[in-house]
C-alpha cells in the first residue's frame, strides 16, 4: 500500500474523549477523519487562494490498515503526501505514528478525484496542479 515522498506533510493530532470508543480506543472511523483531515491541511498549506477558488477535492476510495491502537490523550502525528495521478484522480498517502514512541499506528491510501470548483465535474489533473501537490 505505501508508497514514499520526500515532501511529506506533518499535521499533529491529540485523541480526545470522543475518539474513544467502547473499547477503550481510538475508533476506526477517527481514523478515516484524521486521514481526510491531514489531506484537507496538506492541500490549505500548498495551494494558492486562487487555486483554491477553481479546484475542489472529493474523496473516491479509502483503504486502510489499522496496526496498533491510539488510546486517550496520545500525541500523534500523521504524515501525508500525493503519489501518483491520472485523469481526474490521484492517490494521497497517509501514515499514522505515535508522536512519542513512533510506533506506526495506521497507514491508509486515498483516491481523490478533482473537481472545478463551480461547476463540480471532474477535472483533469494538469501538470501545473500536479507540480503544487508534488
Wanted: charged share 20%; with cysteine; proline share 3%.
Amino acid at each position: 500500500m505505501e508508497a514514499t515522498s520526500q515532501n511529506k506533510f506533518a499535521y499533529p493530532l491529540t485523541v480526545t474523549a470522543a475518539d474513544i470508543d467502547e473499547m477503550g480506543h481510538v475508533n476506526n472511523v477517527v481514523y478515516l477523519r484524521w486521514v481526510q483531515d491531514a489531506a484537507a491541511a496538506h492541500w490549505n498549506h500548498i495551494a494558492a487562494p486562487a487555486l483554491k477558488k477553481t479546484c475542489a477535492w472529493v474523496v473516491v476510495r479509502h483503504e486502510i490498515d489499522y496496526l496498533q491502537p491510539a488510546r486517550l490523550s496520545d500525541s500523534l502525528i500523521a504524515y501525508t503526501w500525493v503519489g501518483d495521478h491520472a485523469g481526474a484522480k490521484s492517490s494521497r498517502y497517509v501514515e499514522i505514528f505515535h508522536a512519542v514512541n513512533h510506533t506506526k499506528l495506521a497507514t491508509a491510501k486515498t483516491t481523490w478525484c478533482l473537481l472545478d470548483a463551480v461547476s463540480l465535474r471532474p477535472k483533469r489533473i494538469d501538470a501545473a496542479i500536479f507540480a503544487v501537490l508534488k
